[in-house]
Every structure is written in structure tokens, then in C-alpha cells.
């Protein structure tokens, strides 16, 4: 079985959101409902401020605690390490959504903050669907959260399993450069311009990811408290990881 995780090189992130596009495009998202965000946050003090920024998936955590307070086991960890939502089975408590200690949950009937339409009412769908988007994912696959989301559950980003969990088994990285793995890569990598996302098979050492996070010091966010998260940041010379929840966001 892989583990798959997912290593971002801060270094070499210039902020142009391109992943968070390509992953609203993948995955048929709301605006405003950024599964996979760029975070713009001031760090010091004026006059000596600085604008940084901080892409930022679901961690699919090792070990998860929006898992743990699930009550209906509807968010569950995958064979091959993902942390998924079934949609058939979520009652929309919200319990996971304050359980996760880095804010990368949405709930259906919330109305996404984006300064624009309510595209729900502008799209409106007339089945089971929350909202009846022009572009569509091909895929439908409520056990595994992939899909346009239905009315009353919680979404997060999968690690773009329906493409992921196609790849050969015993494949160590998901490398877009590669030919032969390029369609079974998440959508944020693939389109990545300036190559800082790889994902791999954390549990394979010859994996890419792996040699990443050993050559270059990969950390991962809020690491004190225990989720052990599976995306790590490479932070080289220049770039930061911000250490507490309570960044001040621009
Ligand atoms: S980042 Fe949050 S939603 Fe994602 S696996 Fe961890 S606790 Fe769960
Ligand atoms: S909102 Fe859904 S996935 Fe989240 S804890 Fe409640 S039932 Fe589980």
C-alpha cells in the first residue's frame, strides 16, 4: 500500500494561485470555496512588515481529528492514506470542521465569501446536487467526496483521488513530467508553473518525496499538535512555515 503525500517547496511558490484554479477546475468547486488556497498573510512589525504567502491543502493527516469525532464514521482514512468524506453518509454536524486544526472544510449550505453572486442561486441545480456548475468534473463518486457536492455534507480536497488512486500500484512518485504518470497526478501539481509541488509515496524511500524532505528539512504546519500531517514544506533558506493559527491574514 502507498502513503501518499505531497511536498511544497516554499521556495519556489511565487503565490499565483494557478494551483487553486486548477483545483477549482478539477474539482467542480464553488469561488470561494478554495479547496486547495493561497494564504497571504504580514509577518513583523510596521514599519519592517512583509507579505508572505502559504499554499495550503488538507494535510490528510496520519492521524486525523476530524476522523476521530466523526459520529457517523462518515470521514474515514483510505487504504492508501487519504482522509475522504462519503458524502452518502455525512449528516453535515460539522464536528470535523472545528475538529481540524488548519481550516480546510466546507460545508454545503454556507454561502462562499467571494464578493460575487451566490452561483448556487445563479446555477441552480434541480436534483440532489447543491449547485448545477457550467464546467463539470467527469467523475461522480459520492463514497469517496469526488464530484459536485450535494446538499447538507462536508467537502475537502482528496489529493484528487479519482485520479490518484488509478496509478499502478507500487508507483513511487505521481510526477507530471513523466508521461506515464501524468494523468494519475492531483490537479494542483500538474499545473504548478514554477514545479514547486511533487507527490510520491511517502512510504517508499526511494520515493522523490522523500528524498525532498530528507535533503532539504521538509516540515509540516502546526506539527505540535499531533495530527502528523502528509504534505510537507520545504523552507530552504528564505521561505517559513507560520507557527501558530492566529495568522494575521491579508
Ligand atoms: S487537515 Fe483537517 S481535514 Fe485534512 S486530514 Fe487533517 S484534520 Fe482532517
Ligand atoms: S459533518 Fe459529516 S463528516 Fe463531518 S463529522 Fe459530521 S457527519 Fe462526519
Not at 475522504?84 to 481540524?100: E, H, P, S, T
Not at 494523468?183 to 509541488?197: D, K, L, M, S
Not at 520515493?207 to 504546519?221: C, D, F
Amino acid at each position: 500500500m502507498a502513503k501518499w503525500g505531497m511536498v511544497i517547496d516554499l521556495e519556489k511558490c511565487v503565490g499565483c494561485q494557478a494551483c487553486t484554479i486548477a483545483c477549482g477546475m478539477e474539482n467542480s468547486r464553488l469561488p470561494g470555496e478554495h479547496w486547495q488556497d493561497v494564504i497571504f498573510f504580514q509577518e513583523g512589525e510596521y514599519p519592517n512588515t512583509e507579505i508572505k504567502w502559504f499554499p495550503r491543502p488538507c494535510m490528510h493527516c496520519e492521524n486525523p481529528s476530524c476522523v476521530a469525532v466523526c459520529p457517523v464514521r462518515a470521514t474515514y482514512k483510505a487504504e492508501d492514506g487519504q482522509v475522504l468524506v462519503d458524502w452518502n453518509r455525512c449528516i453535515g454536524c460539522k464536528y470535523c470542521m472545528i475538529a481540524c486544526p488548519y481550516g480546510v472544510r466546507f460545508y454545503t449550505e454556507e454561502k462562499a465569501t467571494y464578493g460575487g453572486p451566490n452561483m448556487k442561486q445563479v446555477f441552480k441545480s434541480e436534483d440532489a446536487h447543491s449547485w448545477n456548475p457550467p464546467w463539470k468534473m467527469p467523475q461522480e463518486d459520492w463514497k469517496h467526496g469526488v464530484g459536485v457536492q450535494p446538499h447538507d455534507v462536508v467537502s475537502k480536497c482528496t489529493f484528487c483521488y479519482h485520479r490518484v488512486s488509478k496509478a499502478p500500484k507500487g508507483t513511487a512518485d505521481l510526477d507530471p513530467q513523466n508521461p506515464a504518470t501524468r494523468e494519475y497526478t492531483p490537479a494542483c501539481v500538474v499545473t504548478c508553473p514554477t514545479g514547486a509541488r511533487f507527490f510520491g509515496d511517502l512510504s517508499n524511500p526511494d520515493s522523490e518525496v522523500n528524498k525532498q524532505i530528507a535533503y532539504k528539512n521538509g516540515v509540516r504546519l502546526l506539527d505540535h499538535l499531533g495530527n502528523k500531517p502528509q504534505v510537507y514544506y520545504l523552507t530552504g533558506e528564505g521561505g517559513s512555515v507560520p507557527a501558530t493559527r492566529s495568522l494575521k491574514k491579508i
